[in-house]
């Protein structure tokens, strides 16, 4: 059992960044891979990033290569995703989710828990 809170979106402008936190509460956290995926209104949720238990492991959708980061702090039972250089086409809620095993996937049908999701709005 895993209950997930996020927090950090907000209303930026073009080329500004924000970091989103995924505050998860289940005494098996340590041992379950996450990711975070986003959905835009009309559209399907889509992957966006994912870090296996350890932290070791990260992968990121194509379209946020190299300007999103997806880390974790175990101790603080908290995973978090930095978005730099933002563009009108982030906007999407955002959202944290579990998957019940050590690698994460891009499939979000394989994730047995989510949060409520934080809004990300970038305007041009």
């Known amino acids: 059992q895993v209950h997930l809170v996020e927090n950090g979106g907000g209303l930026v402008r073009a080329g500004a960044s924000l970091r989103l936190s995924c505050a998860a509460s289940?005494?098996?956290?340590?041992?379950?891979?996450m990711a975070w995926f986003r959905q835009a209104p009309g559209k399907e949720r889509e992957f966006v990033a994912g870090?296996?238990?350890?932290?070791?492991?990260?992968f990121y959708a194509d379209s946020v290569k190299g300007r999103f980061t997806i880390s974790r702090d175990n101790d603080e039972n908290t995973v978090y995703l930095q978005l730099n250089g933002l563009k009108p086409e982030d906007t999407a809620v955002y959202y944290c989710?579990?998957?019940?095993?050590?690698?994460?996937?891009?499939?979000?049908?394989?994730?047995?828990?989510w949060g409520q999701g934080t809004q990300v709005t970038v305007s041009s």
């Open positions: 989710a579990v998957i019940l095993a050590v690698t994460p996937t891009r499939n979000k049908d394989e994730y047995a828990y």
């Open positions: 870090i296996s238990w350890s932290g070791g492991t990260t």
């Open positions: 289940g005494r098996t956290f340590a041992h379950y891979a």
